[in-house]
């Protein structure tokens, strides 16, 4: 299904200890990569936030310049972890590139965490270094491990000024760096209640964004609209990371706010972007969308929830002759596993594409038997850009990879043409008196509602059957909801044990920092009713 220039130059190799498929001619690792790109486009555009923009020339300087003081000055080495607290900022993509050059692990830290969640991070990760801004200093100012934490954007006690490291300097000594080894740690939700660290590798990174310039046809003249966090693997490797491969520039804003990202999707001649499908709909919904002209956007990818129908149609009013990639991925597949292949799109409005050139899947049953063509099981993925493993933990290690395959939790099925459709989480699916009930088909139906804004779907204590459904729906400004009129609308799509028998109206559902719905919050907040 793919075509010869998606997949020219694949060939089967052994990285990692894996039998996977891989691109031919790749950068060695990141730091290759971002040379490669500086002496094609030195004067382009790299990075640029609010009024300021720096080109990869400058970009590169600046790499230089930190890297070598964190080596000479403060004895990073190789291998050591460096800690990241910021919001989006052209000084994120500098740190870590700074710690790519020396060999260091850039460990990547959620801004939305407690003080005490981002302690056990540091003391998990072994972080010997931190860096912070002046919002999140606070956090982190009491990490007693840390020799040094440096300050973004200001002064406090007990920092060291970042605007230091910049300084001109010594090159920094070459290190030899393999495109196996670490190259970051972020951290993902684990299943016995505390955080596992992903560990991210160069060879993952070159090939996800060789993945996604193949399959999305980006080129130099491309401007990515960043609003993801570059702690999550959405705004690092499909946005940031992607524009540095083809010489494009990443354009950041802080965090989401709907009026600065019209705003800025218009003034600074965006054409690509890469988000949930809530930031689209709260995009349209904005009041002051239709005051601007978005006529150099070309490219609107999507991923982590389905797209309702309604809002694709609005899109492609909107947009002429856009193109939209509907995407699935993980932490663990350092962002893609499967991509919409152009085209496809409104016929296969429930899938999220196939398996992107590099990447192998199967279907297993219960039984860890393959499953047939529109059987259902768990997804497992395996390729070049799947995560070797979790930092300093034998026991995920150990339940989250079967041989050469990571699990992903995830209930799918393929079709005949290969295309794979995401039907539940495994701890998402709803048992109802032993009918299983796909929270993901229940809120594909509810996003159809024209009041309906957003929904989300879950599990919720039955005494007769186990489980029934609940509807939590964030209402269209100005609509407003009534349980029975939800209810009744469901039942004339889906089996009537499919009906939502609880409905609840919000004004916000709670999500993660990458935009995804946090459903254990939702489940928790019933469990204390």
Known sequence: ??????????????????????YAGRPANVNVLLRRTVSRFPEREALVMDNRSITYKEMHGFVEHIASRLYRDYGIRKGDRVAVLLGNCIEYALIFFACSRIGAISVLLNTRLTSGELQFMLEQSGSSAVVADTEFAAKVEDFGQAPVAFLVGGERQGFVSFESLCASAEPAPAVDIGEGEPLYIM?????????????????????????????????????????????????????????????????????????????????????????????????????SFARFRYDAVRILAYGGAAMSPQ??????????????????????????????????????????????????????????????????????????????????????????????????????????????????????????????????????????????????VIGIPDRVFGESVKAVIVPKPGSAIE?????????????????PRMVEVRSELPRNPGGKVLKSLLRDSVQQT
């Open 1 to 22: 299904m793919w075509s010869e220039a998606e997949t020219a130059g694949i060939g089967r190799e052994r990285l990692f200890e894996r039998d996977v498929l891989a």
């Open 187 to 287: 951290y993902t939700s684990g299943t016995t209640g505390l955080p596992k660290g992903a560990v991210g590798s160069h060879a993952g990174v070159i090939h996800a964004v060789i993945s996604y310039h193949r399959i999305m046809r980006t080129t130099e003249a491309d401007r990515s609209l960043n609003a993801v966090p570059l702690f999550h693997v959405t705004g690092l490797v499909g946005q940031m990371l992607h524009m540095v491969y083809i010489g494009g520039a990443s354009v950041l804003v802080r965090r989401f706010r709907a009026a600065e990202f019209v705003r800025v999707l218009s003034e600074a001649r965006i054409t690509f972007t890469f988000n949930v499908p809530a930031v689209y709909t709260m995009m349209l919904c904005d009041e």
């Open 311 to 456: 809002t694709i149609e609005q899109l492609k009013r909107t947009f002429p002759g856009v193109q939209l990639y509907n995407a699935y991925g993980a932490t663990e597949t350092t962002s893609p596993a499967t991509v919409m292949p152009a085209g496809y799109q409104e016929r296969k409005l429930l899938s999220v594409g196939l398996p992107i050139p590099v990447i192998e899947v199967k279907i297993v049953n219960h039984d860890g038997e393959i499953c047939g063509p529109l059987q259902e099981g768990e997804l497992l993925i395996k390729g070049p850009n799947v995560v070797q493993g979790y930092w300093d933990n034998k026991d995920a290690n150990e339940t989250s990879f079967e041989g050469d395959y990571w699990r992903s939790g995830d209930i799918a099925m393929m079709d005949e043409q290969g295309f794979i459709c995401i039907l539940d989480r495994a701890k998402d699916m709803i048992n109802r008196g032993g009918e299983k009930i796909y929270s993901i088909e229940v809120e594909n139906i509810l996003l159809r509602h024209p009041d309906v804004l957003e929904a989300a």
């Open 483 to 499: 349980a029975a009129a939800i209810q009744a609308f469901v039942r004339l799509h889906l089996a009537d044990y499919k009906v």
